[in-house]
């Protein structure tokens, strides 16, 4: 998939549906459903992330996927890093490869590396962030099962447009 495919929540829910994904109620049920789907393992695990600095990254390996989410996220934010980072995978992007000199990520340097390229953006207003917000925010609205809890992908959608 190319970045730009998924520019309005219209198609990311689409998109959603065409997985055709059973039910699931949090971001580490999708993950195991997608692994699954993937015949590639998705680990979530947490991580002492600086900050300022990223609260997501992508470690693609030879063997699985690696999300490791900041440790002081929790609740549904925690759940929203891991389903924006879930999209990058899903979606393919590049990002920036990982240098072991960048101190934003200097917390990285103890994951054993498995042949790992350490996918994370640094510039957040990309076509590559909106279309992984927007992604997420689908995944997050079709695991709502009360729709008075939707409002969080429809402020994504207002803030990045599209219908």
Known sequence: MTTGRLSTMRD??????????????????????????????????????????????????????VVIVQDLAVGVHRDHIVLHELAHILCEHEGERYRHDEPALS?????????????????????????????????????????AEAKVSWDVQRYFGGA
């Open 107 to 147: 917390a990285l340097d103890g994951l054993p590396e498995g042949g790992a390229v350490v996918r994370f953006r640094s510039v957040h207003g990309s076509a590559a962030e909106r279309e992984a917000e927007l992604l997420a925010a689908a995944f997050a609205e079709f695991a709502i099962d009360d729709r």
């Open 12 to 65: 990311c829910r689409r998109y959603v549906r065409s997985l055709r994904l059973d039910p699931y109620s949090s971001a580490h049920e999708l993950c195991d459903q997608i692994s699954s789907a993937r015949g590639r393992p998705i680990r979530v695990i947490e991580a002492r992330l600086p900050v300022p600095g990223p609260m997501g990254v992508w470690v693609c390996r030879t063997d699985d996927d």
